[in-house]
Nanobody
Framework: QVQLAESGGGSVQAGGSLRLSCGVSTWKNCMGWFRQSPGKEREGVAASFVGGAETYYADSVKGRFTVTQDVSKHLLFLQMNSLKPEDTGTYYC??????????????????YGRGTQVTVSP
């Protein structure tokens, strides 16, 4: 069983920054960050192979968000810069359910944390 626990959410003004953290009990080969806004489906925003250099970003966050990991400390991070009101939502850490590919699609993932709220005001 994989346990994931997000932290670091909060309220910021547009243009500000936040860094989300995710405590990971067991690493899976692919880790990601998703977000969900009211009335919208959960969407992948960033993902990476554990211990690898390849990363994936949604077009809407490319150049502003960065996903990193500290494997020894069991932590996954999402650095979010130049935040916009449309980045508002609940952010979830995710772990893949089996060895294989990696990306932003929900089909890669089988485990999610409870989420942390991010609110960006104009």
């Amino acid at each position: 069983q994989v346990q994931l626990a997000e932290s670091g959410g909060g309220s910021v003004q547009a243009g500000g920054s936040l860094r989300l953290s995710c405590g990971v009990s067991t690493w899976k080969n692919c880790m990601g960050w998703f977000r969900q806004s009211p009335g919208k489906e959960r969407e992948g925003v960033a993902a990476s192979f554990v211990g690898g250099a390849e990363t994936y970003y949604a077009d809407s966050v490319k150049g502003r968000f960065t996903v990193t990991q500290d494997v020894s400390k069991h932590l996954l991070f999402l650095q979010m810069n130049s935040l916009k009101p449309e980045d508002t939502g609940t952010y979830y850490c995710a772990a893949s359910r089996k060895t294989g590919g990696c990306g932003l699609g929900r089909n890669y993932y089988g485990y999610y944390g409870r989420g942390t709220q991010v609110t960006v005001s104009p």
